[in-house]
DNA sequence: GTTCTAGAAC
DNA sequence: GTTCTAGAAC
């Protein structure tokens, strides 16, 4: 039989080369390969449910035993003692063993991991990933539960344990971790064990369940995409750095959030790959360098970085993923996935923004792999806007292009930006090469994966080059980025309509909407007396002189009401909403405020609507609307002090005009009313001003923009960023809430208190 | 039965 | 952006 079960997995199961000989004889001894299955899971997630149904289930032969610490204590409660010694008890007995404790922390699961392996047996994880929210609601509601553990008191100790979660690792001894994210997965997982016979194994390594699931399937349901079902024709391996947008987000307890991603071609060490044994190198190279990169990214950008094969067969593939899993990488922000780098969105399921591309020195279109790839799928445009870059690439090093929004590569497949980096070069027709010197190769590989990853976070954070900390005078440019070949690909608010290819139209009052809005003193936000008669989302012709195409969102007419008010600020002169008037912007208390204290600096610059539309000319209206933001926060904090304000943009604004947030992080308001209003002012949709400042200095652009997906997030607490079911009661725990805010917030300003 | 969300309409 | 409301979740 099929030991995978007809699981989601074509790999074949690997020869146990690790285990000696006196082994397989313990094995013949007990009649067949054991197996103890750590599971690991809040409370809430299904573990005992889980066990119950592999051992009761049990088709193959196999004896299973579920060794619960709830009830382990004669139906009472436990120690991890008493689990140890019926673990150890029940292998001997030649039982495989479920353990159905929450093991969510490296250490409680360790000693499971030790008796495996002393006693010659596969230790696997299952990881239950559901939703915290959904563990929460299980767990509190549940009845009747062995220990006792539901209701109110359930929904703290799920919050605090998943806080302290700690991914499964191969690292940790486990000899196969699995990972399920909704009940289908559960499923699937449970029949896989059930059709597991006496004799059979299950492949080693990592297996992450991506299905689709319902809500928070995150990274997962993409990765689903990836599945070796959907393999191609091999050309060579290659290692794609991207900027990748997950269609959603699961948040993660520790590293929230991933956002932006990378993938690269392996073909940047064509050179050192041609001879097996510098494999090792390669590996070393890839995951070291991505395991640095993704910890100075750590808890501050979602950050991903996605290696990319056309093969499945591909070693050097199988070789950083594993060597990816022993550095403790969290494989939600990096992983492997075979398909091709030229078409990640449209047949891989990948938002990838940036793409790395194993350039040559000269920067040519031409030659094979995935170079002629990216530039044939990519079109003239990116060989022009190479050009505008740089002639050519030394060894170990890399250059950023953003690909104009003409590329089909851009509007297919969402590719902003593409890195050209050359790797080492071994060939000796060509100049810088290496002979045979593999270190020197090898150092030359680290440097080109560095220069890389430096570039990627510049396009990420806008740190090019050295990090200014003070919203000080410009930085140098950037390589030559236009904003406009920057902007992102939206949708309207209905999802219906494909963005409009020319930049809109502001709309026309007619002279009776004048009237009315003038009557009403205020322009309703959601009144259509204010929209235009004449079409408001019609393109303008004249507008599509320079780049040509631009991507551009369509307003509905409830989304004139900013735009309306930064043109004629007189007529709403008499209202008190109305704070401050300059020529370059207007301070608006905002109708709905979303806390105690919120307030707008909307720009008066006309057709500047959102953040997409900024360049490096606005800056100087930013950084005086931004000072005009810190200081009605000051004159905030003198009549309450106990506030504290962000100031920022919301990466997708609803409202035309772009206009800056300055709210109070009480949320106190009846105005906050769903998930959508709360998660754009506490997820990375919400872009800090200061930061956007600095990404324009050094980008020419907002690079860093999340799209609207993030809004369909869990509610988490923008303090102690425990899950919470609803917003009702996530609204009764943060008006209690006094845990210090994330460390990024604390940093650089980005939050002004008194 | 009540609470809450999410999608449509504006 | 908000309002309204059907129907899911509790």
Redesign the pocket.
Known sequence: MNPDGGGSSSSPPPPSASRGAGAEAKEEERGGKQVVVVLVGPPGSGKSTFADAVVAGSNAGRRWVRICQDTIGNGKAGTKIQCLKATSDALKEGKSVLIDRCNLEREQRADFVKLGSTLHVDVHAVALDLPA??CI??A??RKGHEGNLQGGKAALVVNRMLQKKETPLLTEGFSRIMSCNDDGDIKKAVDLYNALGPSDSLPSGIFCQKSKG??QVGIMKFLKKGDTSTVEKSSGPKITLSETKPEQQKPLPKHEKVEEGMSCPMEIEKGLNDKNENEEHAKECDSDTAADFLQKFDNITYIRLVLVDLSEKSRILSLVKEKASKKSIDCSRFFTFVGDITQLHTKGGLRCSVIANAANWRLKPGGGGVNAAIFSAAGESLHHATKKCADALRPGTSVVVPLPSISPLHQREGVTHVIHVLGPNMNPMRPDYLKNDYIKGSKILHEAYNSLFENFASIVRGHMGKQNEKLGPEMSASGGTSPNDTKMKRED???SERMKKHKLLPPIMTVKQQHECTKANMPN????SITSSAAPNQAREGDTKKSGVVASKTW????Q?LYELAMHPEKYKNTDSIMETSDEFIVLK???P?AKRHVLVISRTDGLDSLADVKKEHLPLLRRMHSAGVKWAQKFLEEDASLVFRLGY?S????RQLHL?IISQDFDST???????WN??TTPFFRDSVDVIEEIEQHGSATASSDEKIL?ME?RCHRCRSA???????KSHIANCKSSFPSHLLQKNRLTSS
């Open positions: 929210k959904v609601s299980r509190v509601s319902p809500v608010s209905h999802g936000y959601h009144d259509k509905g007419s409830w989304a009401a905002d109708l709905y979303k919301h997708v604004p609803s409202m947030h105005s906050l009313k769903n998930k959508k209003h754009s002012f369909a509610l919470h079911p609803n917003i009702p009661k996530l």
